[in-house]
């Protein structure tokens, strides 16, 4: 690659990261960068032309396009799952019961890694399996990151009472009343609620704009998590979560 094709990536890119504090006009990120006007205007065209920058025909202030947030959707997903996977393998090492990655479709949860000991008695979630967001602990955990209107608008299209058992919440405002307490703990715990006898502790998962993308879940039969037996669990999950996060750069 020749010196000038180099500068002229260098220039695209240092354009890119211009655009990223908000919409400019051509004279302001030639002003923001010290570049000739005429420069960056040649490269927001080639940009523009390949959709990673877009061009408002009112303002004509240009913004980010549709292809750069493609393409970081795409990396997201996938480092997302490389990440996740060793830190479930070492939450199950620690724990010796089954964890598990899930994320938010349409209005469940579903379940996209899952890591498990060899134990003959355990929790199974199988891969796309989808779960009640009301009375799942990563259900929960998912929503714990967004605002009580995003919340009721997830959960209008179910009909009340909602799933679970009777330990659940089971309407949107019992939903919200618990979420505000497990928002405090950073936490979420579903003692018996999906179905007697299991108990699961999840927690939110975030990425590098702090939005909720994921839980890590860990299931378990009651029997083996007896209310003195929990806390070390959930210290463990809202550690895995938390490393979780900063391996896919949260803040």
Known sequence: MTADSLSSVQRALDVLRALGSGPLRVQSVAEALGKEKTQV????????????????????????????????????DSRLLQQASPVLRRLVRTLGEAAYLTVLSGNAAVTVLAERPGRTLQAHERIGRLSPLNCTASGRALLIGRPDDEVEMLLAAQPEPMPGTERAPRTTTAVLDRLHAERVAGHGMAIEESEPGLVAVAAPVHDFHGTTVAAVNVSAPAFRLPPDARAPVVTAVVDAAARLSRALGAP
């Open 41 to 76: 205007s040649r490269t927001l065209k080639v940009l523009a032309e390949s959709g990673f920058v877009e061009r408002d025909p009112e303002s004509l202030e240009y913004r980010l396009g549709w292809q750069l947030f493609a393409l970081a959707s795409a990396a997201s």
